[in-house]
């Protein structure tokens, strides 16, 4: 055996290997290609998860220290909010470190989805935007919760990504999504509307001038239904990105329907909403006002349009620089403020400071992330006199205000006029991921502009007297790409002006004879290679998951999004710590912090060492566990790594790994370490269990997270305890026949006499049994597939289930019983198999087919494509 450790990538698990070389994974960027100018290990040291960012993030040198930390802070706070779903699933991006009551499925709120993917869509691995947009376009999470742009945002991380494909195949989804909002669309005014607490904006200036008494608590917080700028913004933008899937599809029928359903609406926008008098965006209350009075408060939300490219005309552009540039208006210390100061709601203290949002004057970075990318759109366009000293005045007050105790820290909401978070609640909104701020630097600042052709545009808005600016491994299109400017050649010795690499190669240099004095010495287009496809190592996109052949991204078979009960895997400890969690070791959600924390530990066990075993439904293939291991004791705690882990096949007690004393000094604190088992053979169990030893009687032992990472089942069956099970009573089980007793069924036993099979029962009328990961026959989505369950139904009735495919009803399928009778005795037959009614069309890549409904006299045992 080894006694080395040889650092790998896969996905976020790019993590220390020990004893066992392993069978490959797809890496997080392409193989060849980096570029060294910048030291990571300077740049990211002292963060957690190393390795994560160390193999994703692109590295940013610029001569403003406190833009630049805060840069680093933010792919820190993204990845605490990463969290992993369930294998078939992926990944999904949260909004708060602790999922909150009012979340939707997994955790997603799709108020600042959006802007997650933005963000998202500059990691070096495409999986994590990628498996988040399939939970909207296709899985269970609510796109009409609040409102929102995710289809203009899938249009834009693909042409970060390259993969066109991907986003085209999402076409019929997307449109699925937009007809969503159908009922709050007012055909008679043209535009949408929606309460303003579901456009993620409670307590904002409608609410106030609903009720400006305060006499009804709920209509200031929630406001009426309100025609609003940034939401018909956001679905002109969504119907243009589903033109651009249109035509990449070839449908030109579909290209001109969203596309004159896009101008349509921004006409409307322009028509309604603007306000000559007041030169501005504005909300209008749509109750009781026939004659569609606009307000007469300027709100930020005014400002959201100008980012999705309308009103970048000087006579609609110029008032809002104006408006952003008045002590009066929105500017301020911490701004910009959410309402402009100089109106009469304007609250710079909250009034009741036990209520986390008030945006009738709060700086919000939500807004604030709107705000700079509209400021960048409008000084592109170059009809205003907005300067690049100017952007880069706001991008400043933005990180000047993602501070707390001298360190970069983000929180929902911040007071304008003081140094101060106005909501910052303890355990709950540490590190919110509602906004973007790395997406700003990279678009904004720097111009790194995504085309949708083999090109990319570099247009930085940077200050004149910038000397140098670079940012480095930056993915594009499957390729890595570094840019450098340096005036006079000396600090990143490439020669004076603007230098471009593409894959460790120089593709472009401008001389720049004139100092850095021009613009446009700046300034570039870069042709690009094409985007090499799936399997590029660039990310795993829909190619990942096909049955073609194509390299397959392995999936995470210990995540349950669930929690204890009756949903597999499961996960017990020896001993835990009272304040702590042993199911936050398997809930997908990982960070290393003491407050909030995510962990697993052993404070205070009286034992040398204590066991996690994590339970399968049924026997998998597995080679290795990887334990993100947390160490606090250079903070105070009393948390280390361990002296010795162990793995064990948990039924058969067969040791798999060890890691040794000799070998524990080379594991990875507050990061990822990945354990193969002896001679990295796979071993076919239902139970790991894995073994800490203390250090000493001093400290104790912690886990944040336990993976299990293996290839992906890719059909043609799928396995029902496999599932994402919902539904009071449904629970994975057992099939069972007991020929002595005639007696026979589901039973969640897994001794009982006959017991053999797994499979799902007690299902009822609010069960759902989701496939997540469902591929069709080759993969490519083209054709129809044939659908059909095989199951057990010991009742004397047929049970219909209903059928859904990327959350769409679909048709049903009828499973009669399965008994027979032989004399007076009635003898079961196990299992049938029943057809889903008519051909199916599924995706390309990922689907979720659901069964739905159902009675305890039947269960599941798989569903197959065909």
Known sequence: MATALSVLGILFLLVIRIFAQSPSRPAASPARGVTSFLDKDVLLGGFFGQTFLKDNVPLLDIPDQLVQDVYYYRWTSLQRNLRYVMHGAGWMCTEFVHPVWYASTFGT???????????????RTTDYADDYIQLYTRGPANSLQYTQWIADAMSRQSMVTGNQELFAAQLDNMINMWHEWDPYFDEAVGLYYYQPVWDAQELSLPGFIADPNNTDWDLRKDGPDTFRPNHNAYMVANARAIARA??????????????????????????????PEQEFFMDIIRPGNPNLTRLTGREQVGLFPYRFGIGLDESHAQPAVDALFDPDGFLSPYGPTTLERRDPWFMAEKEDPSYCCYWNGMSWPFSTSHTLKSLAAIYRAGNTNVTAEQYYQYLQTYARTQQKNGQPYVAESHYPLRDAWSADTTNHSEHYDHSTNNDDVITGLLGLLPQPDDSLVISPIVPDNWTYFGIENVPYHGHLVTVLYDEDGSRYRQGSGLTVFVNGDIVYHNEDSEGGASKNKKQATIPIPPFPGSGSGSGSGSGAYSRDGAPQALVNIAANPSGPGHQYPQIEATYTNAADYHYKAIDGVLYYDDVPDNRWTNVGSPHANDTLTLTFARPRNVSSVTLALLSNVDRGGAVDLPARVEVYDGRSG?????????????????????????????VETTSIAVNLYRRSDAVYVGVCELEVWVPPETGPAYRAVDAYLTGTSTRVGYYYFDDDNDSYGFTTTATATGAATAVVGGLAPDSVISFPGVIGPGGDGDGTSVISVRYGNSGNVTVVLGVEVNHVPIGSVSLPPTTATTGRRRRSSSYGTATVEGPVKLGRGKNWVNLVNGTDAIWIETLAVT
């Open 246 to 275: 249109a035509k990449l599809t070839g449908n030109e029928a579909t290209e001109a329907t969203f596309g004159e359903l896009a101008n349509t609406l921004e006409a409307a926008i322009f028509r309604r909403m603007w306000a």
């Open 654 to 682: 067969r040791r798999l790994a060890v890691v040794d004393e000799d070998s524990a000094g080379q594991l990875l604190p507050n990061d990822r370490n990945e354990i193969v088992f002896d001679g990295g053979e796979a």
């Open 109 to 123: 709120i799709d108020a600042a989805a959006g802007h997650h993917i933005d963000e998202a869509r500059w990691l």
